[in-house]
């Protein structure tokens, strides 16, 4: 990767940072050769600050580091686009990023409902239905799993869009809380799909 830092005339170029995640932008900084490779090689994101006049981990004092998924550059040779997870708020302001958004995608709520039928079967809790179910074991589970699948046919066949896209979610629900029972994650079908992708 060669990248122009003379082009502006103060051996810097800018770093859009964007979540891996998410793809929402959440800051940009400038970066000089020596933050360039120090991020390269840390794999956390170092800026140049130009208020400081140093090297600036993001982070290094907060622990809101940026992980370093991928490097990219533009056409031109003088920006580049960094992809990232974030560990905790990207903004000095505590927010998620230095933008007016907020840095969420719907489809990341399925992390968040892993997560959670997660910690119900590890804790149990007596009037939980997924609690429920787990205690009813596989069979329970996987005919709840058949039982959605065949109601979401049927709101899909009767192109009632309202309750196909219900029975849709409680069918991922089931599905989830069926991996759980086996000890997967919807990570676990996510990387089999991207296997898959061509």
Not at 61 to 68: A, K, Q, R, W
Not at 81 to 105: M, R, S, W, Y
Not at 142 to 149: L, R
Request: aromatic residues 8%; glycine residues 6%; charged residues 30%.
């Amino acid at each position: 990767m060669k990248i122009d830092f003379d082009k502006l005339g103060n051996e810097l170029v800018p770093a859009i940072i964007q979540d891996a995640v998410t793809n929402k932008v959440l800051m940009l900084g400038f970066m000089n050769q020596e933050a360039f490779d120090k991020t390269q090689e840390e794999r956390k994101v170092t800026f140049f600050s130009r208020t400081k006049n140093r090297l600036w981990t993001k982070g290094e004092e907060s622990g809101n580091f940026l992980n370093v998924v991928s490097i990219a550059i533009d056409c031109d040779d003088d920006t580049l686009l960094i992809k990232a997870n974030p560990v905790g708020p990207v903004c000095h302001t505590g927010d998620d990023t230095c933008f007016q958004e907020e840095n969420k995608a719907d489809i990341t709520f399925l992390t968040e409902l892993q997560d959670f039928i997660d910690k119900r079967k590890e804790e149990m809790p007596a009037d939980s239905y997924t609690t429920h179910l787990f205690k009813k074991g596989i069979r329970k589970i996987t005919q709840k799993v058949g039982e959605e699948a065949i109601e979401t046919v049927i709101g899909a066949m009767a192109n009632d869009d309202e309750n196909f896209l219900y029975e849709g979610a409680d069918l991922l629900y089931h599905l989830i809380v069926l991996l759980t029972y086996k000890g997967y994650r919807i990570e676990d079908l996510a990387e089999e799909l991207r296997k898959r992708h061509k």
